[in-house]
């Protein structure tokens, strides 16, 4: 279930930009269409927060696999009856599919934590993300195959692989939800659990800055290649795909490295290297090499998406933990649609090479400063009690 919903939002995430900027020809609706992507899931989660440990996981997904597909199907519709209606009904089509997005992403968090206890969570989460990697090869690779058919296509592929998607979630385990007097505590355990925790605030910071950068390069990465480098939509498309293969094989291995050296070497060099390959792809005067610093970029990205997750199955306590995890994707997703209001607003001003390479290099600073050191990055703080505060002395 979670391969089939990744597998269409990896697609959809790389198509809606892609087909933003072949439509208009112009940076800034590329800019806007990663907007219109990522700031509907920001506020699904800040609407849902509070809720989100006491609604069984299952129905959380089945509401929005079922909203995902009926909006797919309308919006296919809608292209091809009104063909010069193309750009409002993708960017209303990117913002339902981001909101129900972060939903399923929530629930099937949780899922796993109360099947994987968190001493699994090394090997659980890399082979987790091994699944999420295939789909990030495959989505950009069937979404340049399916760019190069009419508009109405696309969405009529994104109902077929949320359907898929909706009829795996109706028998998935249902999660189980918190006790209904937890409710009223859920919102202020959350945030002391995410922000007072030295740990967890640090690796949040760093972790958005790397996701603005992210998501520069995303919303540039279509006049990038084909105007400076004069690529195709599926040729970009393949490029993406190919990127991302060398990160399967490194996931299902990326828990025995931890046996080597402590995560926060690991999480240190990740983030260093993501920097500096973010710089690599800015500066490229070579498609070679802007193919070879976008590969590294993601691949390195999947590798500090474990290295999140496992810190975080460790340092949470169960009963918080699905609203935790949605507080944590608020302020990860504050990045992304504040990345395209840039492109949107000054991109036709200011060459994007030039905003990725300065925010790369902020951010490079940021991680080598902030970044925990020591294993005790992995030890978990005091569980929280009822009616108290989560405290941790850990650095």
Not at 62 to 84: K, N
Not at 98 to 110: H, R
Not at 358 to 376: C, K, N
């Given at each position: 279930m979670r391969f089939a919903s990744w597998l269409c939002d990896y697609l959809i995430l790389f198509a809606v930009p892609v087909l933003a900027y072949t439509v208009t020809a112009d940076v800034r609706w590329s800019g806007a269409a990663v907007f219109f992507q990522w700031g509907p899931r920001l506020l699904g989660l800040s609407a849902a927060i509070l809720r989100l440990?006491?609604?069984p996981q299952r129905t959380l997904m089945v509401v929005a696999d079922s909203t995902r597909t009926a909006t797919a199907l309308v919006a296919g519709l809608m292209m091809a009856v009104y063909p010069g209606a193309v750009l409002p009904v993708l960017m209303i089509f990117?913002?339902?599919?981001?909101?129900?997005?972060?939903?399923?992403?929530?629930?099937?968090?949780?899922?796993g934590l109360s099947l994987?206890?968190?001493?699994?969570?090394?090997?659980?989460?890399?082979?987790?993300?091994a699944f999420e990697?295939?789909?990030?090869?495959?989505?950009?690779?069937?979404?340049?195959?399916?760019?190069?058919?009419?508009p109405p296509v696309l969405m009529f592929v994104a109902a077929g692989l949320f359907?898929?998607?909706?009829?795996m979630s109706i028998s998935v385990p249902s999660g189980g939800t918190a006790p209904p007097s937890t409710a009223k505590r859920t919102l202020r355990a959350t945030v002391r659990a995410a922000l007072e925790d030295p740990v967890l605030r640090r690796i949040v910071l760093v972790?958005?800055?790397?996701?603005?950068?992210?998501?520069?390069?995303?919303?540039?990465?279509?006049?990038i290649a084909f105007g400076t480098f004069g690529t195709s939509s599926s040729q970009l498309g393949l490029m993406y795909a190919a990127s991302s293969v060398p990160a399967i094989v490194g996931l299902l291995t990326f828990h025995r490295l931890t046996s080597r050296a402590s995560l926060s070497t690991i999480g240190m060099a990740v983030a260093v290297g993501m920097c500096l390959a973010a710089l690599g792809l800015?500066?490229?005067?070579?498609?070679?090499?802007?193919?070879?610093?976008?590969?590294?970029?993601?691949?390195?990205?999947?590798?500090?998406?474990?290295?999140?997750?496992?810190?975080?199955?460790?340092?949470?306590?169960?009963?918080?933990?699905?609203a935790t995890v949605g507080l944590f994707g608020?302020?990860?997703?504050?990045?992304?649609p504040l990345a395209g209001i840039t492109l949107a607003a000054v991109g036709k001003f200011i060459d994007p090479t030039v905003l990725i390479s300065a925010s790369a290099a902020a951010v490079l600073v940021a991680a080598v400063t902030t970044l925990p050191r020591g294993r005790a990055l992995l030890v978990a703080p005091v569980p929280l009690r009822a009616g108290t505060a989560h405290s941790s002395h850990d650095s």
């Amino acid at each position: 279930m979670r391969f089939a919903s990744w597998l269409c939002d990896y697609l959809i995430l790389f198509a809606v930009p892609v087909l933003a900027y072949t439509v208009t020809a112009d940076v800034r609706w590329s800019g806007a269409a990663v907007f219109f992507q990522w700031g509907p899931r920001l506020l699904g989660l800040s609407a849902a927060i509070l809720r989100l440990d006491n609604i069984p996981q299952r129905t959380l997904m089945v509401v929005a696999d079922s909203t995902r597909t009926a909006t797919a199907l309308v919006a296919g519709l809608m292209m091809a009856v009104y063909p010069g209606a193309v750009l409002p009904v993708l960017m209303i089509f990117a913002m339902v599919v981001g909101l129900c997005f972060e939903l399923t992403f929530v629930g099937g968090e949780k899922i796993g934590l109360s099947l994987v206890g968190p001493e699994g969570q090394e090997r659980f989460q890399s082979q987790l993300t091994a699944f999420e990697q295939a789909a990030i090869v495959l989505g950009p690779a069937a979404a340049g195959v399916v760019l190069s058919f009419p508009p109405p296509v696309l969405m009529f592929v994104a109902a077929g692989l949320f359907g898929v998607s909706l009829r795996m979630s109706i028998s998935v385990p249902s999660g189980g939800t918190a006790p209904p007097s937890t409710a009223k505590r859920t919102l202020r355990a959350t945030v002391r659990a995410a922000l007072e925790d030295p740990v967890l605030r640090r690796i949040v910071l760093v972790t958005m800055g790397l996701n603005y950068v992210l998501a520069l390069i995303n919303g540039a990465a279509p006049q990038i290649a084909f105007g400076t480098f004069g690529t195709s939509s599926s040729q970009l498309g393949l490029m993406y795909a190919a990127s991302s293969v060398p990160a399967i094989v490194g996931l299902l291995t990326f828990h025995r490295l931890t046996s080597r050296a402590s995560l926060s070497t690991i999480g240190m060099a990740v983030a260093v290297g993501m920097c500096l390959a973010a710089l690599g792809l800015a500066l490229a005067a070579r498609l070679w090499v802007f193919a070879g610093c976008l590969g590294t970029f993601l691949l390195l990205d999947a590798f500090f998406s474990v290295y999140i997750r496992v810190v975080r199955a460790r340092r949470v306590p169960l009963e918080n933990y699905a609203a935790t995890v949605g507080l944590f994707g608020m302020l990860l997703i504050v990045p992304m649609p504040l990345a395209g209001i840039t492109l949107a607003a000054v991109g036709k001003f200011i060459d994007p090479t030039v905003l990725i390479s300065a925010s790369a290099a902020a951010v490079l600073v940021a991680a080598v400063t902030t970044l925990p050191r020591g294993r005790a990055l992995l030890v978990a703080p005091v569980p929280l009690r009822a009616g108290t505060a989560h405290s941790s002395h850990d650095s």
